[in-house]
């Protein structure tokens, strides 16, 4: 652990301006469709006004490449897939997007946006894209560009070690509490070494390029482009950032080595989706951008994210008084007859007070469902079965919200596209730093809703109080 203000002191300033214009100048004649795979919907959480596509089928691929915009999204929600699952879906892709570009002429560029705090199917992901297309075309990847960087969420790499800020300190992510992630635990905080981890030491520490803070606050985009241009075999790349200038000086680099022919696939956050996609700065968005309609009805906040910012951030909100809670009994899902019966009742308790006015957040029970050593494939059964009934209290309501905020990855990923039924929507903003907003599309069960896609990782324990506060005008 150690102090942000010690590790960042000696950093050298640098001409933003000087930066962004070199960027700009560099991106003019850059053709590429950026195509993002985001493994749940929080990473659009630095963008505006871009596409997510929340199916893969060939017709969204070819809307996206014949949008105006260089970037879209397709929301895989990878993150809650099992392996093999997780396998096929980005065969599907890899072979869609690949034909597509080819049938419209445009070439490409693929960023699998994975987790800010390391978390996720990797190296699964980007491989099967790299061996998919490579088996279908005579492309050949020559390197993997890894920047877990995402300034929103204090996610930060310095002398490749990759931290997590909590106040003011840098806590390495191997020792946080992602780290210990059932599904997608790791022990490196070096991406170094946390890359020879993943893939079982295939790729190593040694055989990793590293993009220096120096050479980025330096201007060396030269001597970063041909650190790029010697990369070979799918050897990983590794970049250090703590601002989004660090990461506007190595895209400068980046663009410039695929106009001499290098071909690259990105495991990235989501500050490099913004920088890569040109999307400028936008203020936060207001009460008035958020609540289009006039409506007497009362807004929706569903949690079903345990981690423990999540709940810290949950009970905050109830402490404010701003939302009437309804307690979701998750437990009860031992027994079919009373499950069904609990999630009916917090439906219909939903609606009740949404049409009277009254905003409300119905929550899942916050201790977990521990069924004892030996029985994780049960647990994991009903675990789905449980995201499945929070996602039917939306997809089953009758009552049409003011505004709906889902908190965690999973649990917005499955209302957007299931309860809400979104084929695609636009990104709006954000309504707080790194929280992005969709606006959801004429086919959705409630059209031009105001939906707040709030990660389970993000803010701080009053940034769920103070979004409410915003839609609701306090």
């Known amino acids: 652990m150690a102090k942000a203000t010690d590790l960042l002191a000696n950093l050298q300033d640098i001409n933003r301006q000087e930066v962004q214009a070199n960027l700009a100048e560099e991106r003019k004649n850059f053709t590429y469709k950026i195509v993002v795979l985001d493994d749940d919907p929080t990473g659009v959480q630095t963008v505006h006004g871009v596409s997510v596509y929340t199916d893969w089928t060939k017709e969204s691929i070819e809307q996206g490449f014949r ?90 790499t310095i002398n490749n070690v990759h931290y997590v800020q909590y106040g003011e300190e840098l806590v390495p992510a191997g020792e946080t509490e992602f780290a210990k992630d059932r599904t997608f635990g790791y022990k490196s905080s ?23 803070l120096e050479d980025l606050r330096s201007l060396n985009v030269s001597g970063i ?164 009934a929070v996602t039917s209290i939306v997809h089953d309501l009758k009552v049409k919200p003011k505004y709906i905020i889902a908190k965690g990855g999973i649990t917005s990923s499955s209302i957007g596209t299931v309860g809400l039924s979104v084929k695609r929507a636009e990104v709006s903003g954000q309504v707080a730093p790194g929280i992005p907003v969709w606006k959801t599309g004429d086919e959705s069960k409630f059209p031009h809703t105001s939906y707040v896609v709030f990660p389970g990782n993000v803010g701080t324990k009053d940034t769920l109080k103070e979004v409410v506060e915003v839609l609701e005008g306090k």
């Open 67 to 156: 949008e105006d915009k260089s970037i879209f999204f397709l929301l895989t929600n990878s993150r809650s897939f099992t392996a093999k699952e997780t396998t096929e879906v980005h065969q599907d892709i890899a072979r869609r997007v690949h034909e597509v570009s080819q049938q419209e002429g445009i070439p490409y560029v693929i960023i699998s946006r994975g987790d800010s705090t390391l978390r996720g199917h990797y190296p699964l992901e980007t491989v099967t894209m790299k061996n998919t297309i490579e088996s279908i075309s005579d492309v050949s990847f020559d390197g993997e560009i890894i920047i877990p960087f995402f300034k929103e969420g204090g996610r930060i």
């Open 190 to 212: 070096h991406l170094g070494e946390w890359v020879e981890e993943k893939t079982n030491g295939e790729y190593t520490k040694e055989g990793t390029t590293y993009i220096r």
């Open 225 to 388: 482009k041909e650190q790029l241009m010697g990369v070979t075999n799918f050897n990983k790349v590794v970049v250090n950032a703590v601002d989004y200038v660090d990461v506007e000086v190595f895209v400068t680099a980046f663009i410039q080595a695929m106009k001499e022919g290098k071909t690259f696939i990105c495991r990235s956050a989501a500050a490099l989706t913004k920088v890569i996609g040109g999307i400028a700065d936008k203020p936060l968005l207001t009460r008035d951008e958020l609540i289009t309609e006039e409506t007497t009805n009362g807004g929706l906040v569903a949690v079903g994210s345990h981690v423990q910012k999540t709940t810290e951030q949950l009970y905050a909100l109830l402490d404010s008084g701003l939302v009437t809670p309804v307690e979701f009994d998750v437990h009860l899902v031992l027994d079919d007859e009373k499950f069904q019966e609990e999630v009916a009742r917090v439906r219909t308790t939903c609606e009740e007070l949404i049409t009277a006015g009254k905003s409300v957040v119905y929550y899942t029970r916050r201790e977990r469902l521990d069924l004892g050593e030996g029985r994780a494939e049960e647990e994991l059964k009903l675990s789905v079965k449980i995201s499945d």
